[in-house]
């Protein structure tokens, strides 16, 4: 049985290599008061990724929302072993560049098709951060 | 991104490793952001966050009998780097925001020895490289106040939003690391609200109410961040122009519930002589109308509280000016707050000096009331022993306390709060807020 594959291109952000399995959201996330440094957990209350940590994940998302701590609270994540493995968003803001600066994983912005819509949780992707290219590998 | 050769030298280490360390973070952050150039910009303010709780866990332990290795904190911390750095003084001017603490008031904030101890070393650090120690998340209300058109490199929503809209200076919203390192090099991304592009408006409120108290501004704000997320709104229809303290509670709700950096106000704020000018030739996104549903609407949002038994009022979020001290001083003259209550007025120590010399001061803590400096309940983490119930004149604190604090929030005008924190009761609420204003006679303190 042949994996069913997509390849996106886009700009890059912060260099680098990493695959690991997606998780999406189609809300974008909070620092100071949205997220567990010690865990990488999704806190903010009303948020549907609550209770889920984005760990050692491929973290996909429109972008960062909140207060201008966004950027220490991702560098906190890092340096207590819980950041994400790599950053696929959408909305490129001074929090968002920042907070992908510092957490020092492999991020991408710009792509051809809309990342919510091609990747779903539980798929495996590859994100190239130095060319800008995210290869998705499909869970079903 | 295209560098100059000055900036390329400070990048090779012309100036020492620390600067050539923040130019490289700048680059990186530059090219993250998709900017072409660095800017120059000789006006910084910047949370040390080593000070905030949250962030301590992190601090590199200190070996007995030795002084804190601040040098390396600020590395690590403010400027991300795995090295330690020997960091020389800021070559820009540079501000320090909101502090753990008040250094005067830090028993009475339960702050601990430790936290004590780390914000003398941040302070003392703050010292040594020319970090001036405003402590406020207004800079602006103490002298800070830039030019139209002067590139800056703020954090702090609120402050951001008031300088880029009501003064016209040019800011992004900074992070730590971002503006630490423009500290000490003077450049900063040239992107986003520093672009004449970046300013245009893209979004068309027309406010159809006489939108005049505090309170209505700051749900005004409230809403329309609610509405426009992170975007740059422009109001037509204001009824009466607005003053400082008014646009300072808009903008920092503004920015609480949507992340709005900027705004334009037809007629008042500098950049929007008409609604054309505003908006330039940038499309209008969408156009919306604020009337007396949307304001019940936002008012509506802060719904955290049920039990009425209010035993802690935060007022001073942003900082209270001189006249929102006054306004509380007057309130309070002569008065007791109830013994199952606390009231906290939060303040510039500048503001405070002013406050202390006219007697302000006095008035509010005969009462059993306090007047704070350098700190925030939200931020700094600090409040009365055993509070459940809070109420705050700012919708800024009461999208934070129950978030950050866990207590139950109302909201409403100055003078429900305060008379909240006389009686030990809420009985405020938007209706009643105009009517709660005119019980205030304007004259001397006794």
Redesign the interface.
């Known amino acids: 049985m042949s994996e069913r594959k997509t390849i996106l291109t886009g700009r890059s952000v912060v260099d680098g290599v990493a695959e690991a399995e997606a998780l999406v959201t189609s809300q974008a996330i909070s620092g100071f008061g949205g997220i567990d440094s010690d865990t990488g957990e999704v806190v903010e209350v009303r948020h549907e990724l609550r209770g889920q940590s984005f760990k050692d994940k491929i973290l996909v998302f429109p972008g960062a929302k909140g207060s201008s701590g966004w950027a220490s609270h991702f560098q906190s994540t890092r340096l207590k072993g819980a950041a994400p493995a790599a950053m696929i968003f959408k909305v490129m803001t001074t929090k968002m560049a920042l907070g992908a600066v510092v957490t020092r994983v492999p991020a991408v912005t710009d792509l051809d098709q809309d990342p919510l819509k091609v990747i779903k949780s539980g798929d495996w992707v590859k994100v190239d951060g130095t060319n800008g290219i995210v290869e998705v590998t499909h869970k079903s | 991104m295209q560098l100059t050769d000055m900036e390329k030298a400070i990048l090779d280490g012309s100036e020492g490793d620390a600067r050539a360390h923040a130019m490289d973070?700048l680059v990186?952050?530059g090219k993250?952001?998709?900017a072409e150039r660095l800017v120059d910009t000789n006006n910084v303010c910047g949370?040390f966050?080593g000070a905030l709780p949250?962030?301590r866990d992190?601090l590199p332990p200190v070996p007995a009998g030795e002084e804190r290795d601040m040098d390396a904190v600020y590395s690590?911390?403010n400027l991300?780097s795995d090295r330690r750095l020997e960091i020389p003084p800021v070559k820009a001017m540079t501000y320090r925001l909101i502090d753990a603490m008040d250094p005067d008031k830090a028993e009475i904030q339960r702050v601990s020895a430790e936290s004590q101890q780390v914000s003398r070393d941040v302070g003392k650090f703050c010292g040594k490289v020319g970090i001036n120690q405003c402590n406020t998340c207004t800079p602006y209300q103490i002298g800070n106040v830039p030019v139209m058109g002067e590139h800056c490199a703020w954090?702090?929503?609120s402050a951001?939003i008031y300088i880029n809209s009501v003064i016209g200076a040019r800011t992004?919203?900074?992070?730590?690391?971002?503006a630490s390192a423009a500290a000490l090099v003077g450049k900063i991304p040239y992107?986003?609200y520093h672009t004449l592009e970046g300013r245009r408006g893209t979004h068309l409120i027309e406010i159809d109410y006489p939108v005049e108290s505090m309170l209505e501004w700051g749900l005004l704000g409230y809403w329309i961040g609610e509405k426009v997320?992170?975007e740059v709104p422009v109001l037509t229809g204001i009824h009466s122009p607005p003053n400082p303290n008014k646009l300072k509670h808009f903008g920092a709700a503004a920015a609480s519930s949507g992340?709005v950096e900027m705004y334009h106000i037809v007629g008042v704020t500098p950049e929007a002589r008409s609604i054309e000018d505003a908006f330039r030739d940038n499309p209008v996104k969408d156009k919306l109308r604020f009337g007396k549903a949307e304001l019940e609407e936002a008012y509506s949002w802060f719904s955290t509280a049920t039990d009425r038994d209010v035993d802690f009022v935060v007022i001073g979020c942003p900082h209270a000016s001189l006249e929102q001290v006054r306004l509380v001083a007057q309130l309070l003259d002569g008065k007791k707050l109830s013994p199952s209550s606390n009231l906290w007025i939060f303040t510039p120590k500048a503001l405070k000096a002013m406050a202390d010399r006219v007697g302000y001061t006095k008035a509010i803590e005969a009462a059993g009331a306090h007047l704070m400096s350098d700190s925030c309940s939200a931020l700094s983490k600090v409040y009365p022993e055993g509070v459940k119930v809070a109420a705050t004149d700012s919708c800024k604190q009461a999208h934070?306390l129950p978030?950050?604090l866990k207590f139950q929030t109302w909201l409403g005008s100055t003078e429900q709060c305060v008379n909240a924190a006389l009686t030990g009761k809420w009985s405020g609420g938007l209706e009643s807020h105009k009517d709660a204003g005119k019980l205030v006679a304007p004259g001397a303190l006794q």
Request: charged share 20%; proline share 0%; net charge neutral.
């Open positions: 973070l990186r952050y993250a952001l998709g949370g966050v949250g962030r992190l690590l911390l991300d954090m702090e929503s951001v992004n919203v900074e992070g730590a690391h971002s992107w986003g997320k992170n992340g934070y978030a950050i």
